[in-house]
Nanobody
Framework: VQLQASGGGLVQAGGSLRLSCAASGGTFSSYNMAWFRQAPGKEREFVAAVSRSGGITYYADSVKGRFTISRDRAKNTVYLQMNSLKPEDTAVYYC?????????????????????WGQGTQVTVSS
């Protein structure tokens, strides 16, 4: 499956952005979807994940209550709505897909590899 992320940009602290990740070349409903991010000089970290059905979501503690992950089966797209953005949210954001049959947050916060990655989209939050 190919993943195309978009929607990044420059925003002031307190503002909002919505990232999109369009999937093609596969059966979208077969994949759990996730967002990760990597800030300069830091390791890539988990942000949010959504199950195949869309019924289960997980979030990193740093974004809980501010970010919302969702998926649209008709559009083969997963979204990350980011509100109340902070300068520390500045990073390159990546979407990922996996076909694991069990959906667990440890699959995203640990060292388990993701099956597919999209290219990143830059999010910059100014103070």
């Amino acid at each position: 499956v190919q993943l195309q992320a978009s929607g990044g940009g420059l925003v002031q602290a307190g503002g909002s952005l919505r990232l999109s990740c369009a999937a093609s070349g596969g059966t979208f409903s077969s994949y759990n979807m996730a967002w990760f991010r990597q800030a300069p000089g830091k390791e890539r970290e988990f942000v949010a994940a959504v199950s195949r059905s869309g019924g289960i979501t997980y979030y990193a503690d740093s974004v809980k209550g501010r970010f919302t992950i969702s998926r649209d089966r008709a559009k083969n797209t997963v979204y990350l709505q980011m509100n109340s953005l902070k300068p520390e949210d500045t990073a390159v954001y990546y979407c990922a897909a996996d076909r694991r049959t069990s959906f667990s947050i440890s699959s995203y916060t640990g060292t388990a590899p993701q099956d597919y990655w999209g290219q990143g989209t830059q999010v910059t939050v100014s103070s």
